[in-house]
């Protein structure tokens, strides 16, 4: 007879195997335990049950800086109790922001390093303290560039893309709805009336400052109401509306053109769906465009309005940028300190404002304000340090859909600065960095 142990040997020889599917269904649980745990974490967290961690905190201490660095309410700082409306947010918010710095959640040591942009195009306005023709406004002002901009990237590490734009287009079409009040309201205050036009100005100083903010809204808008869906969608195409009412009845050229140019550009790559291994082609093309026709603006401009049957002088502009390269030419390497010439008693500003019809803020020309402010030194490090944040925010970005949309920000941003010097403009480089910026807590991204 045949020994009968192979009859045996089935079984035996099946259960190693069914230990193993034991085995690897218990590890499976483990790892939905695990899951599950940092899930229930990560709802805690977004809850406010780790406070300094909250995103709540965040998005209150965005909503406060955007409203503080708008210029909002600047209009009516001269009364009663006005200036608290300007500085208060942005007291709220830097006391915000140091909970957050303050607690567990804080920059890995091997991200210092993206903070190199930033660093860069700050470096300039901060060293021309030891040159400056007015050191204390300079030491200020370089405080405010620095701080928002270290804003901004805190910001930007605890709250995803769409909150930061659903946040900020919120609080600016707020603004916009408050200035539209005020105008029908308080036509006084709410209607700019200078020597060269009447238009609407709301709760802000100046047409242009109210133009700019509702372009700044149009794309955010524009982007909402794309990506968006259900009852939301009908939210931002009435903010699409409302920015551009604003923008034509603040009769600001520059604001309308930035608008669309951003938008423009924003919906061409949409369809084109470019990808991160553009981000060196698009950050070279970028600066240099803005190079160019910043140095192109003050020669053809006066033609193409000569053309148009439009004010060849570009509303003054082009009075302004002779008196400016004058006494830039005066100091060509340094120039005369970041927040020196503008608004400063008895300084360059006053000197060119003695030759004008009207006081300007500004050169009304990104480029020329920083020759005539930083000299060649300032524009080196300033287009190196631009290179740098283009660079590194679309080679981060993850989401294909994003990358039209910032690139169409930076070309709104750089199309304002080509008439009205707004890159270092306290809600334009904010936003900036709050848009462009991508760094992630090692806690993961909050929503």
């Not at 524009?222 to 699409?240: E, N, P, Q």
């Not at 604003?246 to 669309?260: E, Y």
Request: include cysteine; aromatic fraction near 12%.
């Amino acid at each position: 007879m045949k020994p009968q142990s192979h009859k045996s040997a089935g079984p035996l020889t099946s259960f190693p195997r069914s230990t193993r599917s034991y085995e690897t269904s218990a590890v499976d649980q483990q790892e939905q335990t695990a899951k599950a745990s940092t899930y229930r974490a990560r709802l805690q967290t977004e809850s406010g049950e780790r406070k300094p961690g909250s995103p709540i905190v965040v998005q209150l201490s965005l909503a406060s800086v955007l409203v503080g660095s708008t210029g909002a309410f600047q209009v009516f700082a001269q009364t009663g109790g006005g200036a608290t409306l300007v500085y208060a947010p942005l007291a709220v918010a830097c006391w915000l922001i140091i909970i957050q710095l303050l607690s567990p959640v804080h920059f890995p040591k091997e991200r210092w390093a993206e903070l190199l942009p930033l660093l860069i195009l700050c470096l300039a306005p901060t060293l021309s303290v030891l040159w400056s023709s007015y050191q204390q406004k300079t030491v200020n002002d370089a405080i405010t560039l620095v701080v928002f901009g270290l804003l901004g990237i805190t910001i930007s590490k605890y709250l995803n893309f769409e909150t930061r734009l659903r946040t900020a287009a919120l609080v600016i079409g707020g603004l916009l709805v408050i200035s539209v009040l005020v105008v029908a309201l308080f036509p006084t205050y709410g209607i700019d009336n200078d020597t060269r036009s009447i238009a609407w100005r709301g709760i802000f100083l100046n047409k242009n400052s109210l133009g700019r903010v509702a372009a700044i809204e149009l794309l955010l808008a524009a982007y909402l109401f794309v990506k968006g869906s259900g009852f939301l969608r009908i939210v931002w195409l009435l903010s699409i509306l409302l920015s551009v009412a604003v923008i034509l009845n603040s009769d600001s050229q520059t604001a309308l053109v930035a608008a669309l140019a951003g938008l423009a550009v924003a919906f061409i790559l949409e369809r084109r769906r470019s990808r991160r291994n553009l981000a060196s082609r698009f950050a070279t093309i970028l600066v240099a465009s803005y190079l160019v026709l910043s140095n192109l603006i003050p020669l053809a401009g006066p033609i193409v309005a000569g053309y148009l049957s439009r004010d060849t002088t570009l509303t003054g502009r082009t009075f302004l940028w002779s008196f400016a390269n004058q006494f830039a030419d005066q100091k060509p390497i340094f120039g005369w300190g970041f927040g020196a010439v503008w608004q400063t008693p008895g300084g360059v500003g006053d000197a060119i404002s003695q030759q004008l019809t009207f006081v300007p803020g500004s050169a009304h020309n990104g480029l020329i304000d920083l020759r005539l402010q930083l000299g060649l030194f300032g524009i080196c490090l300033f287009a190196s340090g631009l290179w740098m944040l283009i660079y590194r925010t679309l080679k981060s970005t993850n989401a294909t859909t994003q990358y039209p949309w910032k690139i169409g920000y930076v070309v709104l941003l750089l199309t304002m600065d080509l008439a009205e010097s707004t890159f270092f403009f306290g809600l334009t480089w904010f936003l900036a960095w709050v848009f462009l910026s991508d760094y992630r807590s090692k806690h993961g991204e909050f929503h």
